[in-house]
């Protein structure tokens, strides 16, 4: 500076300095998290039944399912499928679902597969005294 005597006047000199501030931008997020989509997954492998390892026969009808699937949803299928009341390990033959009319276990697979009583609801129709066995069959924390 003390060469450029015409930056310094009267031994004093001037810095200016320019700020703007501005309102900080969200951060993008480093990966783009899509929605979750497995129920949409859970409703291919009901549909297709791919991979079913287990059936049961109710009535007149038979219906293939997964039994990691139920068990993970239904206290009632764990204890019959994984726990005391265990019934065919094996594929040899469809575990006999008594007292129940076909169309209520469609709809109690629909409704533990969807995870919503909307689903439940419009589903079936039928008296009172259907729907308060399978009820037992449900997760506690539906109920």
């Not at 310094?8 to 001037?14: A, E, H, I």
């Not at 409704?111 to 079936?124: A, D, G, R």
Request: hydrophobic letters at 45%; glycine letters at 4%.
């Amino acid at each position: 500076l003390h060469k450029s005597k015409h930056l310094l006047k009267d031994d004093c000199f001037t810095i200016r300095c320019d700020f703007i501030i501005a309102e900080a931008a969200a951060a993008a997020p480093l990966i783009e998290v899509p929605p979750s989509s497995i129920s949409e997954h859970l409703n291919h492998l009901f549909v297709t039944k791919v991979g079913a390892d287990v059936t049961f026969e109710v009535g007149h009808e038979t219906f293939a399912a997964h039994r990691c699937l139920l068990a993970s949803r239904s206290p009632v299928f764990m204890a019959e499928l994984f726990g005391p009341m265990k019934e065919g390990v094996a594929t040899a033959g469809a575990i006999q679902i008594q007292d129940m009319e076909p169309n209520v276990f469609k709809a109690l697979l629909s409704f533990l597969k969807l995870s919503h009583c909307m689903h439940w609801y419009q589903t079936i129709t039928c008296k009172l005294y259907c729907i308060v066995p399978p009820a037992e069959w449900l997760p506690t924390w539906h109920i």
